[in-house]
T-cell receptor
């Protein structure tokens, strides 16, 4: 148990659907992250939130919309996705931002876009 | 631009032998390096790290070596155990910047 939970664990959606991924951390951390992991590719950092403010957005298409209502919760709202968006979406948290802080990952949401 | 590279997608080792996982990076500004381990259906978990001021860090069966001139680091697991079978990710960072991950190496330790 890493202290970071993600729901749902699996999601299949059509290209016209709207869905949301949820992440919750129980570690008292103040930074949260969304990553995308496609097969045989590095983890791609999508968004970083520090103290509920977005501090990084790595040129992610607008069909992905993050939301951080408080330091324990992070959402990723999805709409009009493409089949190439099918991947494992990982949430992580850390005590602070910056590379010195070990990140704790959730189990991920396996997303399939049909 | 893939700044952290793990060129071996998979590695198979006999139980009890040494596993050596390799990682190369291109950005000389990276000064902190980490290894994460990932089992199926779980998120990556932190394994071991090393600062650029060191060339070796050891934690039990796990040792990370850093060669800054070659921009190369490696993870040694001795002795390897079947429970070590997982995907291992290398990550690198600069101070106050976020981590960049490699694509991972799948290690299989055969009994």
């Amino acid at each position: 148990e890493t202290g970071v939970t993600q729901t749902p664990r699996h999601l299949v959606m059509g290209m016209t659907n709207k869905k949301s991924l949820k992440c919750e951390q129980h570690l008292g951390h103040n930074a949260m992250y969304w990553y995308k992991q496609s097969a045989k590719k590095p983890l791609e950092l999508m968004f970083v939130y520090s103290l509920e403010e977005r501090v990084e957005n790595n040129s992610v298409p607008s069909r992905f919309s993050p939301e951080c209502p408080n330091s324990s919760h992070l959402f990723l709202h999805l709409h009009t996705l493409q089949p190439e968006d099918s991947a494992l979406y990982l949430c992580a948290s850390s005590q602070g931002t910056g590379g010195r802080h070990e990140q704790y990952f959730g189990p991920g949401t396996r997303l399939t876009v049909t | 631009d893939q700044q952290v590279k793990q060129n071996s997608p998979s590695l198979s080792v006999q139980e009890g032998r040494i596993s050596i996982l390799n990682c190369d990076y291109t950005n000389s500004m990276f000064d902190y390096f980490l290894w994460y381990k990932k089992y199926p259906a779980e998120g990556p978990t932190f394994l071991i790290s090393i600062s650029s001021i060191k060339d070796k860090n050891e934690d039990g069966r796990f040792t990370v070596f850093l060669n800054k001139s070659a921009k190369h680091l490696s993870l040694h697991i001795v002795p390897s155990q079947p429970g070590d079978s997982a995907v291992y990710f290398c990550a690198a960072s600069k101070f106050n910047n976020d981590m960049r991950f490699g694509a991972g190496t799948r290690l299989t330790v055969k009994p």
